[in-house]
């Protein structure tokens, strides 16, 4: 079974400027966060989607970052314009929407340096 | 949302056996305690959950006390590969979004 895709792997970009990171999730998985984690710090949910609707974005600075997710399958995160704070890994996972199941399945993330 | 607290860091000897604790004392009845842990340049890899009784996996076990304010993963034979930030969370079920929060974790240290 293939697991979570992201890329770009890595970015360095300039403050102000525009960077986007795309994620696939598992076949089938209809739940799909997108976690920012800051150097020592654990992941901080920014957008969370059930298909392609969002469930939770309360903590996704929307002045700057958008998140999409067309047909219920791939999801796009945006930062425009970025700024030194938004260097960090940015993680995207999946989850089958069945309640009671634990296990979030993560890809290996995106890694932004912002200068 | 209840928390969890857990060491910053522990250190343990290769195939020897590791128990990491986690304090949830506010936790509800409807949360279950999970853990994940993320090596290094990773995601987070989920590890196990469980509600009330005490569970086990082929990566690790999971006691939870009677009380349910505590737990403790154990790892029974620690390798290199181990080495890991450990994540104890609780997840809510009585709620729609069932998120996890996130705390620092535990930073796993294998001696060879």
């Known amino acids: 079974e293939a697991g979570v895709a992201q890329s770009p792997r890595y970015k360095i970009i300039e403050k102000r400027q525009s960077v986007a990171f795309w994620c696939n999730p598992i076949s089938g998985h209809a739940t799909l966060y997108w976690y920012q984690q800051i150097l020592g710090q654990g992941p901080k949910l920014l957008i969370q989607f059930q298909n392609n609707g969002v469930v939770d974005d309360s903590q996704l600075p929307k002045d700057r970052f958008s998140a999409e997710r067309l047909k219920g399958v791939d999801s796009t995160l945006k930062i425009q314009p970025a700024k030194l704070e938004d260097s960090a890994v940015y993680l995207c996972?999946?989850?089958?929407?069945?309640?009671?199941?634990?296990?979030?399945?993560f890809g290996e993330g995106s890694r932004l340096t912002v200068l | 949302d209840a928390k969890t607290t857990q060491p910053n860091s522990m250190e343990s000897n290769e195939e020897e056996p590791v128990h990491l604790p986690c304090n949830h004392s506010t936790i509800s009845g409807t949360d279950y305690i999970h853990w994940y842990r993320q090596l290094p340049s990773q995601g987070p890899e989920y590890v196990i959950h469980?509600?009330?009784?005490?569970v086990n996996n082929r990566m690790a076990s999971l006691a939870i006390a009677e009380d349910r304010k505590s737990s403790t993963l154990i790892l029974h034979r620690a390798t290199l590969r181990d080495a890991a930030v450990y994540y104890c969370?609780?997840?809510?079920?009585?709620?729609?979004?069932?998120?996890?929060?996130w705390g620092a974790g535990t930073k796993l240290i294998i001696k060879p």
């Open positions: 469980g509600l009330t009784s005490n």
């Open positions: 969370i609780l997840r809510d079920y009585g709620e729609s979004n069932y998120q996890l929060i």
């Open positions: 996972a999946s989850s089958h929407p069945t309640r009671y199941t634990g296990e979030l399945f």
